[in-house]
Structures are given as structure tokens and as C-alpha cells.
């Protein structure tokens, strides 16, 4: 079935600590979004790839950072210069460029101890 | 002001009753507009969307576009305990060079049974 997989979906993370998420799609989508969702929040996009090779920041890209190596991939680094990083991330994916219908992901929730 | 914006919720409904969920947008050139539903811990899904000022119905589901007001909402018709969840709203908001798709923060709807 053609889908977007995240993993891992449950995540802990200790204080100074760089972790990276995993998404991929089989969908042959050609952009690819990463959102943060804090509980009772709506969804704030991260970065966004719209081709290969190239991505653009967000609304909320301090701390994180991102690949596009391979048109099914789009992974995810949450490093230690995020200073709040326990949220539920999302990553989705749109075929073309431009707003449009979204794809998304089972979500990882990330936890920092 | 925020750039999707939808009504505080939480709200509950009995069952059977109609629920409605409202959103304004500050973008004047947007023209697709969806309505996504969220259950705890889970994605995102995509239950209407909507191009055009009127509306759109689908089951039990009414979306109504108002370009000049710069207003979009969705009717839920004999609610059902199984709508409880949060709804978002997202529209393309102009963002630098690019369009990109921006959620509300949600309402959170409770049935009760």
C-alpha cells in the first residue's frame, strides 16, 4: 500500500542529545513537509522539499534540520539547540509543489527526560 | 492576527444535534481551503475540501466558503459520538516567495452520547 512510514513513533531524548526522524514515502510525491504540533496547538510547519537536493525553512526552523538526498526520503534532526523539543511531529507529502491536499504520516512523538 | 484562525473551542454537542466549526483567513488570494479531523494521537485527516464560494456537502459533513468575508465552515449533521475529535482548519497563506498550506489551531469537538 502506498503510504508515508515515520519512525521510530515514541521517542525519548535526553538534554544535549541530537535525534533524527525517519519519514518515507512510496506515494512518488515531490514535496515533502515536516509540521510540529504542541498539544491543543494546530500544526506549524518546520521545512518543506519541494525537489531534491533543495529545502526551505519554515516557520519554526531553529533547531532542526533536514535532507533531501532521495526523492523518498525527508528525514528529520531535532539537535540540542531546540530548546523545547517535546511535541508530536508530523511529516507529509503533496504530489507538486504548492499547497495542495496532504498526505500525512503516523506521527513520532518525541519526548525529552 | 493569525492567518488561519478558528473559533476557541472546546465544543460539545449533543447527539444528533448539528455542530459548527468556523475559520477565517487573512490571505485574500487563497482558493482551496480543507477541513482536516484529528483524533487524540493520530494525524491528521482530510474530510472536506472546498474551491468554490457556497456549499459543498458530503454525507453528513457541509462546507461553506464566503471568499468576500474571508470565511470558511463546516456543519456536522446528526453528530455522532464518533466526530468527537479536534477539526482543522488550513488554507494557503502567501509566505515569502511561496504558498504555503497553514493550520488553525483547532477546535475540539466532544459528542456527547
Known amino acids: 500500500d502506498g503510504g508515508i512510514t515515520q519512525s521510530p513513533k515514541y521517542l525519548f531524548r535526553k538534554e544535549g542529545q541530537n535525534v533524527t526522524l525517519s519519514c518515507e514515502q512510496n506515494?512518488?510525491?515531490?514535496?515533502m513537509y515536516w509540521y510540529r504540533q504542541d498539544p491543543g496547538q494546530g500544526l506549524r510547519l518546520i521545512y518543506y522539499?519541494?525537489?531534491?537536493?533543495?529545502?526551505q525553512k519554515g516557520d519554526i526552523a531553529e533547531g532542526y534540520s533536514v535532507s533531501r538526498e532521495k526523492k523518498e526520503s525527508f528525514p528529520l534532526t531535532v539537535t540540542s539547540a531546540q530548546k523545547n523539543p517535546t511535541a508530536f511531529y508530523l511529516c507529509a507529502s503533496v504530489q507538486g509543489a504548492g499547497a495542495n491536499v496532504l498526505t500525512f504520516g503516523a506521527g513520532s512523538r518525541l519526548t525529552v527526560l | 492576527q493569525k492567518e488561519v484562525e478558528q473559533n476557541s473551542g472546546p465544543l460539545s454537542v449533543p447527539e444528533g444535534a448539528i455542530a459548527s466549526l468556523n475559520c477565517t483567513y487573512s490571505?485574500?488570494?487563497?482558493?482551496?481551503f480543507f477541513w482536516y479531523r484529528q483524533y487524540s494521537g493520530k494525524s491528521p485527516e482530510l474530510i472536506m475540501s472546498?474551491?468554490?464560494?457556497g456549499d459543498k456537502e458530503d454525507g453528513r459533513f457541509t462546507a461553506q466558503l464566503n471568499k468576500a468575508s474571508q470565511y470558511v465552515s463546516l456543519l456536522i449533521r446528526d453528530s455522532q459520538p464518533s466526530d468527537s475529535a479536534t477539526y482543522l482548519c488550513?488554507?494557503?497563506?502567501?509566505?515569502?516567495?511561496?504558498?504555503?498550506?497553514?493550520f488553525g489551531s483547532g477546535t475540539q469537538l466532544t459528542v456527547l452520547p
Open positions: 472546498i474551491y468554490s464560494n
Open positions: 490571505d485574500r488570494v487563497s482558493q482551496s
Open positions: 522539499s519541494q525537489i531534491v537536493n533543495d529545502f
Open positions: 506515494l512518488n510525491h515531490d514535496a
Open positions: 488550513a488554507a494557503p497563506i502567501s509566505s515569502g516567495s511561496a504558498r504555503q498550506l497553514t
